[in-house]
């Protein structure tokens, strides 16, 4: 087998073949040609070199079969090209088209984004811009009203201390006003009083003198209290007495058992046999023994009467006599007391163990307690602070008799508060006392 190199080399020197081939076609058919020794020379498998010694070979080929084959393999392969080529084309230009119209379209989306970013960058800073703006809008309205509310508030403190400041003065106006019309008209009052007091004292006086013109007559308009007080004095000068001191020598204590109970109650003598005191006393404690004249003399009881309305809560009536059993001797020091028989209090000159007592207005001794005083009752006060004992005497000083001490109220209830305190009125007692002290029989 001659190899396909020493094949190749006769198609070299086929010039009558090549020749008829067309210009065109030449590529093609030498491209078959090529084609099938390169598999002739697969089959025979020889590897041998080409010799001088080879005998060359001829190979006749039917040039019009193998030339119409080649020639429509390669119009096939040609058309299959070119179709191939327009599809690459076609596919192309879709691929030209697609990216140009993608990129025209993210051209444009892109743009159009830009475009929003600018809008919304715009939009952005006007709205900061009206922020600042609405700012400064609210800074400036909050600025004028907080001038325009405190100019308001300076206005209005201004007019009310102005309308305090008229009424004020209109106040003052009023009430002098009418503390001069008060004044006036208390003043004319005083005055009105005053006249007519002083005819109604011309005609107790004129009466006064008639009636002392007859001592029966005199005797029969006194009451038992005024008569006992006459007797106290003429006692008082038939044992030398010619003046009385400002301290009140009245003043006793008892004992209960042998225990003195001065710490708790005291009393006031107002008759030879009778001493005067608080019932709360005589209700809570068995008194056996009187002491008088700072606990001198000493006297037994006799016997023991209380108010018989007398009640401990509310406390009511609170008062009560203790009778000796025998009478009191007159000394300097040691008489009794007269009592106090004007209907009116009197306006000054009370006492309590030489301390000053003042009548004052009986709301200054209310309370949660005590919501109003008994017509029996006063409330008074006293200018220095001490303890009160129940039952210890009131007393006032009258200069125009000779026994100065009249008996004006008792005690009722202990207490060491510098306060306003309530005591009970003897004037309104008398009838009690009077029955039993100096009854009419006695008279």
């Known amino acids: 087998m001659r190899s396909a190199s020493y094949t190749i080399y006769k198609l070299r020197t086929a010039k009558p073949i090549w020749l008829k081939i067309e210009n065109c076609e030449k590529k093609m058919v030498f491209i078959a040609l090529i084609v099938a020794l390169l598999q002739a020379a697969s089959t025979e498998g020889s590897n041998q070199e080409p010799s001088l010694d080879d005998v060359p070979l001829s190979i006749y080929v039917d040039a019009s079969k193998e030339i119409d084959y080649f020639i429509s393999l390669a119009k096939s392969i040609d058309e299959k090209q070119r179709i191939l080529e327009e599809a690459l084309a076609r596919l192309s230009a879709e691929v030209k088209a697609t990216e140009e119209r993608w990129n025209e379209r993210l051209s444009a989306e892109v743009k159009e984004t830009q475009r929003l970013n600018e809008r919304l960058s715009a939009e952005v800073k006007e709205t900061q811009r009206l922020n600042e703006r609405m700012s400064a809008v609210v800074k400036a309205t909050e600025e004028r009203w907080n001038e325009r509310l405190s100019a308001e508030v300076k206005e209005t403190q201004w007019l009310i201390e102005s309308k305090i400041f008229r009424m004020s003065v209109a106040v003052k106006a009023t009430e002098e006003r009418w503390n001069k019309r008060l004044s006036a008209e208390v003043k004319a009052t005083e005055e009105r009083w005053t006249e007519k007091m002083s005819i109604l004292e011309n005609k107790f006086k004129n009466l006064s003198n008639q009636l002392t013109k007859s001592p029966d007559i005199a005797t029969l308009h006194k009451r038992p209290a005024e008569l006992a007080c006459e007797k106290i004095t003429s006692k008082l000068q038939s044992i030398g007495v ?113 301390t000053k007592v003042q009548i004052v207005a009986d709301s200054e001794c209310l309370n949660k307690h005590t919501t109003q005083l008994l017509p029996n009752q006063m409330c008074v006060k006293s200018l220095t602070h001490n303890c009160r004992q129940k039952g210890e005497p009131i007393f006032v000083l009258n200069e125009e008799t000779f026994s100065k001490h009249q008996l004006v109220g008792i005690i009722g209830k202990r207490s060491c508060i510098d306060e306003p305190y309530v005591i009970t009125n003897v004037f309104a007692y008398l009838d009690f006392i009077e029955s039993i002290v100096w009854p009419k029989k006695e008279n």
Do not use: Q
């Open 242 to 354: 010619t003046s009385i001191t400002d301290v009140a020598v009245h003043l006793g204590a008892f004992t209960e058992g042998g225990f003195k109970l001065w710490e708790l109650c005291y009393f006031a003598l107002i008759d030879t046999r009778f001493v005067l005191t608080a019932a709360d006393c005589l209700s809570s404690h068995n008194v056996t023994t009187l002491e008088l004249n700072l606990y001198i003399v000493l006297k037994k009881v006799k016997a023991i009467h209380i108010h018989p309305e007398f009640s401990i809560n509310p406390a009511l009536n609170n008062i009560g006599l203790i009778e000796m059993n025998s009478e009191v001797e007159y000394t300097f020091d040691l008489y009794p007391a007269c009592m106090y028989t004007s209907a009116f209090n009197p306006k000054s000159g009370l006492m309590e163990r030489g």
